[in-house]
């Protein structure tokens, strides 16, 4: 999955419906995914942030927001759903290799700086393999992605010249 910026010509979420009447950022997102375009995108990353909607933007709890009360329930596109951070939380860990493997791909692709393409899939399932044994600690993750051939093999990026 990549991070990267929206198509051109995708609009801003819009605050209100009418003068006067705020939405929720529910609300407003629900408005932008009817944009089919936007709704390819968003079917697939929303629910996520749905669920963990009841936490503000430093951490805090929450039932309202500027719009109105929150809705953290969420369905997947494969049917899957769940509401709130522990109905997220037992979704992620139904699924331990789908959520090891995502997490891998992110941590490897910031660590070689650079987007993931197929070669990379037999590293990924590599570092899997070694951090299972110990239940997919983190520093183990951490340590399988530091000795894999491509992180010792990648090449640093040549700096530009000055030209002053």
């Given at each position: ?27 407003q ?11 390819s ?12 909607e ?111």
């Amino acid at each position: 999955m990549s991070s990267s910026p929206p198509p051109p010509g995708v609009p801003p979420l819009e605050d209100s419906a009418k003068k006067g009447e705020t939405l929720t950022l529910r609300q407003q997102i629900e408005r932008h995914r009817k944009n089919a375009v936007c709704a390819s995108c968003h079917a697939r990353m929303d629910p996520m942030g749905f669920a963990l909607e009841n936490f503000d933007v430093i951490g805090r709890w929450r039932t309202r927001d500027e719009g109105g009360e929150i809705e953290p329930s969420a369905k997947l596109p494969n049917g899957a759903a769940f509401s709130g951070p522990q109905g997220l939380r037992d979704y992620l860990l139904s699924r331990p290799d789908e959520f090891v493997s995502a997490t891998v791909s992110r941590l490897l692709t910031y660590a070689l700086g650079r987007e993931l393409d197929a070669r990379d899939q037999p590293t990924i399932r590599r570092i899997m393999r070694e951090a299972e044994a110990g239940g997919y600690r983190f520093q183990d993750l951490i340590v399988a992605i530091v000795n894999s051939a491509p992180f010792q093999m990648r090449q640093a990026q040549a700096k530009p010249k000055d030209r002053s």
